[in-house]
């Protein structure tokens, strides 16, 4: 049975489901909810997400919701099933730092880098405050990567799903915004986001983004 994947191609989250997807080989069908504001009606919050939001995955009879638990569900059952990509290696170290360096994504580096790209992307609208703040917040972020990504290609090394869990965000930033030289001022951030942007999969999901 096809994976279903339930959300709008233009959400952060959504876009993370589909190159995670993409990178194990997984094929799978995407559902538009009938708009946004379906996703409050009672019917999808029974259903589907109890917070009304997207993604949602099903893979047969099993449900789940919440990005970062969708990827690492995918990876759980597909990772080595249709093709060699790792996206979390086999090897307890490794793969606490990969969990590690999601953490970094999750708690540090998305935050700041979401609510500049709601408000100007998503919302259309620009707040020189938010600016100014979220200038500072990231800048200090990509000081922090800076730092971990010396001498590295990627955050743990090797690709993982730490590193594509923050390409959607950061790809508005570089398609949508004029903010991108906050990243390409930093040599290994932007060597790393050149490097992790131009994977095939991502590309294949770029092509899908609806505005």
């Not at 952060?12 to 194990?24: A, C, D, K, R, Y």
């Not at 708009?35 to 919050?45: N, R």
């Amino acid at each position: 049975m096809t994976v279903k994947l339930i959300g709008f191609e233009v959400s952060p989250g959504v876009l993370s489901v589909m190159m995670t997807l993409h990178e194990l080989g997984v094929p799978y069908q995407i559902e538009n909810p009938a708009s946004w504001q379906a996703l409050k009606d009672e019917d999808y919050i029974t259903n589907k997400h109890p917070f009304g939001k997207v993604p949602v995955l099903c893979d047969g009879d099993y449900k789940i919701t919440e990005t970062r638990a969708i990827c690492r569900y995918l990876v759980s059952k597909y990772q080595g099933k249709n093709n060699k990509t790792i996206l979390i290696p086999n090897d307890v170290h490794k793969a606490g730092l990969v969990d590690q360096y999601i953490s970094y994504e999750c708690s540090y580096y998305t935050p700041p880098v979401a609510k500049l790209v709601v408000e100007e992307v998503f919302h259309k609208t620009s707040n020189p405050e938010l600016v100014e703040t979220s200038q500072k917040e990231i800048d200090k972020v990509l000081d922090v990567y800076e730092k971990l990504l010396n001498g590295k290609e990627y955050l743990n090394g090797e690709f993982s799903l730490a590193d594509l869990l923050h390409i959607p965000f950061t790809h508005f930033i570089f398609s949508a915004t004029k903010h991108a030289d906050w990243w390409n001022k930093k040599p290994n951030v932007k060597q790393w986001w050149d490097r992790i942007s131009n994977r095939d999969c991502w590309k294949k999901c770029v092509e899908k983004i609806k505005f």
